[in-house]
């Protein structure tokens, strides 16, 4: 089966930085999509950063500047550089992909089970 298992959470100061990385198991084909997604308490769980399908990334206005998502393909990972932490970024982050496995050739969307970031002020 597929999992996919973040690492990096913890507790900062406000100002202080963080790295969250996300790696992939199981029998993969390809990824075509993968990134990070967040939710606060009384939040909805939004988009923070992601590549897309054409290779290109979004991030949220709130962290533009700040984080900086990269992945390595060959690994099946994909990381979450957070400088300049505010308390506003603290949430529950997810790693989020799109993913298919061998012999089934169609994409399924996969989340884990998220890592607590939380900025103290």
């Known amino acids: 089966q597929v999992q996919l298992v973040e690492s990096g959470g913890g507790l900062v100061q406000a100002g202080g930085s963080l790295r969250l990385s996300c790696a992939v198991s199981?029998?993969?084909?390809?990824?075509?999509?993968m990134g990070w997604y967040r939710q606060a308490p009384g939040k909805q769980r939004e988009l923070v950063a992601a590549?897309?399908?054409?290779?290109?990334?979004n991030y949220a206005d709130s962290v533009k500047g700040r984080f900086t998502l990269s992945r390595d393909n060959a690994k099946n990972t994909v990381s979450l550089q957070m400088n300049s932490l505010k308390p506003e970024d603290t949430a529950v982050y997810y790693c989020?992909?799109?993913?298919?496995?061998?012999?089934?050739?169609?994409?399924?969307?996969?989340w884990g089970k998220g890592t607590l970031v939380t900025v103290s002020s």
């Open positions: 590549f897309t399908k054409s290779g290109s990334t």
């Open positions: 199981g029998s993969i084909f390809s990824i075509n999509t």
């Open positions: 989020n992909a799109d993913i298919i496995m061998r012999g089934v050739y169609a994409a399924i969307n996969y």
